[in-house]
């Protein structure tokens, strides 16, 4: 499946889910979440194009990199991170924060979520992220290497459960209440989403 195509279905269940209270509401409600509901359909379909745009670039930095196989040593594994993520940043002029995470993107994921702290689930994605070696202070910089000193924390699965699904190159990772979207093999930070936890629930 596509990114366009996983996107599209993310897109359809947070329709689903949006309507089905709405059923009873009035007929100006029911358009009003409509209108929500085709906004942040676009608004997934913009991040699987950003998505997209940069595994296409990855894949031209890639060419000619001899890829570690099961076998390889780990100084192999290490020269190709560091060839392939010198490969993507001189590709990749002048990237910024919110390249891939623009602002009505980072507002939807947020709102996204916030979801779950609220749900039942809540105090368990707390007491994960609480024990899960939380990764915090650390100074991050889009195109920059992950600090291999510190431990990647594991993300509670029903905490992004409900984002869009990621192509195997890349991997949401979360630091404190920041949002990373890591290409894990180059070990390379291809964007970064402050505040993405809510302050008041993230468990820190």
Do not use: C
């Not at 897109?11 to 889910?17: G, I, Q």
């Not at 507002?107 to 994960?128: C, E, H, M």
Request: hydrophobic share 40%; net charge positive; charged share 20%.
């Amino acid at each position: 499946m596509t990114i366009l195509n996983r996107a599209a279905a993310v897109a359809w269940v947070l329709a689903a889910n949006s309507l089905l209270p709405a059923q009873n509401a009035p007929l100006q409600d029911k358009s009003t979440k409509q209108v929500s509901v085709n906004q942040d359909s676009l608004t997934i379909q913009d991040f699987a194009k950003r998505v997209d745009a940069y595994v296409k670039l990855r894949k031209l930095a890639q060419a000619g990199l001899s890829v570690p196989k099961s076998g390889s040593s780990a100084a192999e594994v290490k020269q190709y991170q560091a060839s392939l993520a010198q490969n993507i940043r001189a590709a990749r002029t002048q990237p910024k924060p919110g390249d891939v995470f623009s602002p009505p993107i980072a507002q939807l994921f947020r709102k996204v979520i916030a979801t779950p702290f609220r749900s039942g689930d809540g105090g368990n994605i707390r007491a994960s992220l609480r024990h899960a070696e939380p990764v915090r202070d650390l100074k991050l910089d889009v195109n920059g290497e992950y600090p291999q000193v510190a431990a990647l924390q594991s993300t509670p699965p029903t905490l992004l459960s409900d984002l869009p699904k990621l192509p195997a190159e890349l991997e949401y990772r979360i630091v404190g209440r920041e949002l990373v979207l890591l290409d894990s093999a180059a070990n390379l930070i291809v964007d970064l989403l402050p505040d993405a936890l809510p302050a008041s629930q993230s468990g820190r």
